[in-house]
């Protein structure tokens, strides 16, 4: 039946009462998440829920605490793995896959049509979307959530108060290391330690390669310049002990056919000193230290590289395994090395250079531990400064999103490495491209010569040639005429100072005679009258 008054419609209007007394006749069930398990609690009497400011009476003691609130059901977790689990996807606003079975089992199941009392809001909203259960969340239901926390053990039989607070310790721990994202594999203190140990293996290896070169070199002293690795140089003088040997042996498993027939030339013409037995068993020993610690190395080169993928993934991308682990190595973890500026992991590794420049007052350096980056390599010598300042600034925003972000792949990294490879190609290539925003506001080649044309340059007209006759040209009568008034004005003024010199000449000339016959006072009054005219013309 359908009726319209004044353009309402009736029927529309008395469902919605009827839905409203419905859904206030319906009960309420309060879904309840504990430290040991999920707890289904029914409100008895919903009319204490009006005000939310009498509520906390109510749950005064455990009889009052009965007569409003009821348990229904209570499901125990397992372990502690699944209530860190119910916790985190609390704290995310999820539905975990628990709460999803604790509810389709107790009211979905069942056909229950009751509203459910959640205490948080984004939690009820995924039931409602998920599970289709119309969930309630206000200030009511938050003092009815604190009420039933502090009668917890009275209203839950079987769960003491010890056993309560024990699990509550447990999750809390869970679930702080949860918080702070611990992780065994992002613990950085094992690069440290492992490119400290390989450069301690480089430094020992290098002194036992040499060592071994120099011993086995009296005996063959060719082998050195034909084999030039030390691990295959380890090898080579393992199987081959003795130089006479090398006819019966077979060198294909780690030489080529070349070197190898190289190596058997050389040993039947060889210069060196014979050597005993017991020569042979020390310099034997001595490969196997070798190629033990070679093999050890690539071992450890792996293991690190594994590591620097999972802790710092965009920084690895960037710089490679090798730098990067030097760089966390050398500001002690990554979380410091996040903190750095651009500017200091430019230089970082180069500090004794930086204060030594700062001291002398000369030019600082440009860059230092990133020197070595393949990026700053592949460059030119001129560019090495501009490119290592870009890869710096963007390496310091690799790093920080590695140390504060949960990201496992190089998402950053991808980007920062192509912008920083495609200003490599710019600078080498000599071309000139703006590196950000969209070129609108560019600068019209119009506005500054009418000629071109504003969307490529170029000229609208032919280019005019030089005309030389739009040139001002002195006459070269009034040139010779300032030429003979200089030379003029300059010949009087060379006789006059010619005049001068041979006047005063003459004057000197005389005094000096009669000064020698005059006695020491007349001599000192010839000398004041001398001065006085000089004075005199002083004065003029």
Not at 72 to 89: E, G, I, N, V, Y
Not at 438 to 453: Q, V
Request: charged share 30%; net charge positive; glycine share 6%.
């Amino acid at each position: 039946y359908q009726r319209r008054v004044h353009g309402v419609d009736w029927f529309s209007v008395n469902l919605c009462c009827v839905l409203r007394l419905a859904r206030s006749t319906a009960a309420m069930l309060v879904l309840f998440e504990t430290p040991a398990g999920y707890a289904l609690f029914k409100v008895l009497d919903e009319g204490k829920l009006s005000s939310s400011d009498d509520i906390y009476k109510d749950f005064e003691t455990p009889d009052k605490a009965s007569k409003i609130v009821k348990l229904k059901t209570f499901s125990k977790f397992k372990d502690t793995t699944d209530a860190l689990a119910a916790a985190t996807a609390c704290i995310e606003g999820k539905l975990s896959k628990g709460l999803k079975k604790f509810l389709t089992k107790n009211i979905v199941n069942k056909e229950i049509s009751d509203r459910l009392a959640v205490i948080d809001s984004k939690i009820g909203q995924a039931i409602k979307e998920k599970m289709n259960i119309e969930c309630v969340h206000n200030s009511s239901v938050l003092e009815l959530f604190r009420g039933i926390r502090n009668q917890m053990t009275e209203l839950v039989s079987g769960l003491t108060e010890a056993e309560l607070k024990t699990m509550q310790l447990g999750l809390s721990h869970s679930l702080s290391r949860y918080k702070l994202k611990f992780s065994p594999d992002k613990v950085d203190t094992m690069i440290i330690q492992a490119i400290g140990l390989l450069d301690d293996l480089d430094k020992e290896l290098n002194n036992y390669a040499m060592r071994l070169r120099e011993w086995f070199g009296w005996h063959f002293p060719e082998l050195n310049k034909i084999v030039t690795d030390n691990l295959i140089y380890a090898k080579t003088v393992k199987l081959l002990k003795i130089r006479s040997n090398a006819k019966d042996l077979s060198f294909s498993d780690f030489l080529q056919e070349e070197v190898e027939t190289d190596v058997k030339q050389a040993a039947e013409i060889s210069m060196g000193t014979e050597i005993s037995e017991e020569d042979v068993t020390n310099i034997g020993a001595l490969c196997d230290q070798v190629i033990n610690i070679s093999e050890y190395r690539t071992q450890l080169f792996e293991y690190l590289k594994n590591r620097m993928q999972a802790i710092a993934p965009n920084l690895t991308y960037m710089v490679g395994e090798l730098v990067g682990a030097r760089l966390i190595a050398h500001a002690g973890s990554l979380m410091n090395l996040a903190k750095q500026p651009a500017s200091t992991v430019q230089i970082l590794g180069a500090e004794k250079a930086l204060f030594r420049a700062l001291k002398t007052k000369h030019e600082t350096p440009k860059y230092g531990l990133i020197y070595h980056a393949s990026l700053v390599g592949q460059t030119a010598p001129k560019n090495k400064g501009k490119i290592s300042r870009m890869l710096a600034a963007k390496c310091a925003l690799s790093i920080r999103v590695d140390a504060l972000g949960d990201q496992v792949e190089p998402t950053v990294g991808l980007d920062h490495r192509t912008a920083v490879e495609n200003r490599v190609k710019q600078l080498e290539g000599g071309v000139i491209k703006s590196l950000s925003g969209t070129g609108k506001g560019k600068a019209s080649a119009e506005k500054y010569d009418p000629r071109r044309s504003s969307d490529n340059g170029a000229l609208k007209t032919a280019a005019q040639t030089y005309n030389a006759d739009a040139d001002v040209v002195v006459k070269k009568e009034k040139k010779e005429k300032k030429i003979k008034k200089e030379k003029e004005a300059e010949e009087p003024m060379e006789a006059e100072a010619t005049n001068g010199e041979s006047k005063k000449k003459r004057k000197s000339a005389p005094v000096e005679e009669t000064t020698e016959a005059l006695p020491v006072k007349k001599r000192k009054k010839s000398v004041d009258a001398d001065e006085e005219p000089e004075k005199k013309k002083k004065k003029k």
